[in-house]
């Protein structure tokens, strides 16, 4: 069974731009939940979609957008990026909602903006 | 808002030295904690679910449990495979997210 995949594995930017990443869940698995990994906060909760339906979102500004599929696959949107932006990203899918249980990551993207 | 601390930030064990990380949480009704391992370069991978109080699971070296307040996780006899950094994460009913903590990060030396 392939795992949870993300593309790309590493993007560079500069301020101002926007970005698009890529999340492809396991098989089956309808919810997709995005992460931003920094040294200093950790795993910080960006939002989670379930059968193409926002369900939670963290506290990030509206900067940073999201959308879920008809097959599951999800994209996040980070628009007007800011050097603090620089973080790995990661997906996470599961059956069911996400709090309820084990979630499968993918091995993230890694944005670092210029 | 859903609290998670874990300590210590980073432990440095010999083979063999049993030890133990601690996850400390403030949540608004407790559904389930989770213990994730991450390697470096890679996402986290899913160790261990506890829902209530007593609760207690075990997988090889590691045995994690859980109070009303905190979890902890032993590591028995552990050996360099072994080093990591284990993340500890909750979800509560008044959020409905999961909250994680930011990590110990575990070195264990031959």
């Known amino acids: 069974k392939a795992g949870v995949t993300q593309t790309p594995r590493y993007l560079i930017k500069t301020r101002g731009q926007q970005v698009t990443l890529s999340c492809s869940p396991i098989?089956?698995?309808?919810?997709v939940s995005w992460y931003q990994q920094t040294p200093g906060q950790g795993l910080q909760f960006l939002f989670e979609?379930?059968?193409?339906?926002?369900?939670n979102k963290g506290n990030f500004p509206g900067r940073f957008s999201g959308r879920q599929f008809s097959n599951s696959r999800s994209e996040m949107n980070v628009s007007t990026l800011e050097l603090g932006d620089s973080a790995l990203y990661l997906c996470?899918?599961?059956?069911?909602?996400?709090?309820?249980?084990?979630?499968?990551f993918g091995p993230g993207t890694r944005l670092t903006v210029l | 808002e859903d609290q998670v601390t874990q300590s210590p930030e980073a432990l440095r064990l010999q083979e063999g030295e049993s030890s133990s990380l601690n996850c400390s949480y403030t949540?608004?009704?407790?559904?389930?904690l989770f213990w994730y391992r991450q390697d470096p370069g890679k996402g986290p991978e899913f160790l261990f679910t506890?829902?209530?109080a007593g609760e207690e699971k075990e997988k090889e070296r590691l045995k994690a449990t859980l109070t009303k307040k905190e979890s902890f996780l032993h590591i028995t006899a552990p050996k360099p495979e072994d080093s990591a950094t284990y993340l500890c994460?909750?979800?509560?009913?008044?959020?409905?997210?999961?909250?994680f903590g930011t990590g110990t990060k575990l070195q264990v030396i031959p």
């Open positions: 996470a899918s599961s059956t069911g909602l996400a709090g309820g249980g084990e979630q499968f």
């Open positions: 098989s089956g698995h309808r919810s």
């Open positions: 979609y379930f059968s193409e339906t926002q369900r």
């Open positions: 949540v608004s009704g407790l559904r389930g």
């Open positions: 506890l829902y209530s």
């Open positions: 994460a909750v979800n509560s009913g008044g959020y409905q997210k999961v909250t």
